[in-house]
């Protein structure tokens, strides 16, 4: 748990930045948006293999595998929700004089923020989905045993029981993030936008 989350963590600074200069710098958006959008579709697992060769079964195995897993998502929710941002709220961010760094924190990430908010969502899932697939195909003394682990040994050893908690519990932790975390801030954003009413 405490390695997806600072995973998922540095994957937020590391999608931020590079989402906010691919969407404002217009050779960076020809040479990395195609290569975000594709690493998006590609499968968690098939960075285990990559990270194995590298890290050698380390715990940065664990972390490379989350942020290649999540960082284009987060980077793409934010460049998408920069693109549909009104051209007049640009303009007239320009006009009162904001730099090109103030125009995107003061104007295009607040205006870009339920888009991100989707990307974010996103990325927490692929970051847990990259962390449970590097623990089911990487065992070593040094990550320990997580719940892929778990799963990984329950299926060797035919043990139903075991299979069957470490999927709920998988599963848990994935329900309570979103009710916990991402529904609470999802219904302010969208409250304080008068999309949803204040009752709900």
Do not use: C
């Not at 600072?6 to 020809?30: D, E």
């Not at 284009?72 to 941002?85: C, E, F, R």
């Not at 065992?139 to 329950?154: F, H, I, K, R, W």
């Amino acid at each position: 748990m405490h390695r997806g989350l600072i995973g998922f963590l540095a994957a937020i600074v590391i999608g931020t930045v590079l989402g906010a200069l691919v969407s404002q710098v217009a050779l960076l958006r020809k040479a990395f948006r195609p290569l975000l959008s594709a690493m998006q579709s590609l499968p968690s697992v098939a960075w285990v293999p990559f990270a194995l060769v590298i890290f050698q079964g380390g715990p940065a195995l664990i972390y490379a595998v989350v942020l290649l897993g999540s960082v284009p998502s987060i980077a793409n929710g934010l460049i998408g929700g920069v693109d549909q941002t009104p051209p007049l709220l640009r303009e007239a961010g320009t006009v009162l004089g904001a730099g090109r760094f103030e125009l995107m924190r003061s104007v295009l990430l607040p205006a870009a923020l339920p888009t991100y908010l989707t990307g974010l969502k996103q990325g927490w899932s692929f970051a847990w989905r990259s962390l449970m697939a590097a623990e089911l195909v990487a065992t070593s003394a040094q990550l320990g045993t997580g719940l892929g682990g778990l799963l990984s040994n329950g299926s060797q050893d035919s043990d139903m029981p075991t299979v069957l908690s470490a999927i709920i519990l998988i599963l848990l932790v994935g329900v309570v993030v979103e009710l916990a975390v991402f529904d609470p801030i999802e219904r302010r954003v969208l409250r304080r936008r008068g999309l949803i009413s204040s009752g709900l």
